[in-house]
């Protein structure tokens, strides 16, 4: 009993789950729950957004199946616990640099894209994203060209 109180107390302390590999403010894990986020806000579970969303994981972070697979599902839990996307966004903008910021609006784009279809509310998600993360108006479009010409 003790010790369970005080993993509670260090947990509340620390702000992170011991449990965990990944703490609250890992920018892969902020990042991820994005990606997640943006794959399932139409309302479906496109097995096209699913597949490139574990393809981005594996290649952007540089994991094997089963690492992308572990971050993906914290992403997912910590997604389903978030209230807005400004707990994310404000770690990325924190944690990366001008550079790194564009490339998760790109990443985003890409799952947009990854079903064929652009949905209003992926559209609207991207825009909100790009904003809280600075990056402008003008960079979001030309990253959104540059994926939609990258797939066809």
Known sequence: MFASLK???SEIVSGADADVGYRPDDERLAAVALLVHMAR?????????????RAIVRDRFELDAEAAAALI???????????DLYRFT????DRLDAAGRARVV??????????GEVHEFED????RVAELLGVSSRERVLLR???????A
């Open 7 to 9: 993993k509670f107390i």
């Open 41 to 53: 806000i139409d309302g479906v579970a496109d097995p096209a957004e699913e597949e490139r969303l």
């Open 73 to 83: 599902s914290e992403a997912e839990v910590r997604d389903a616990e978030a209230v």
């Open 90 to 93: 404000s770690v990325l903008k």
């Open 106 to 115: 790109e990443m985003l784009w890409q799952i947009v894209y990854a079903d």
């Open 124 to 127: 609207n998600m991207v825009w």
């Open 145 to 151: 060209k540059k994926v939609e010409e990258g797939r």
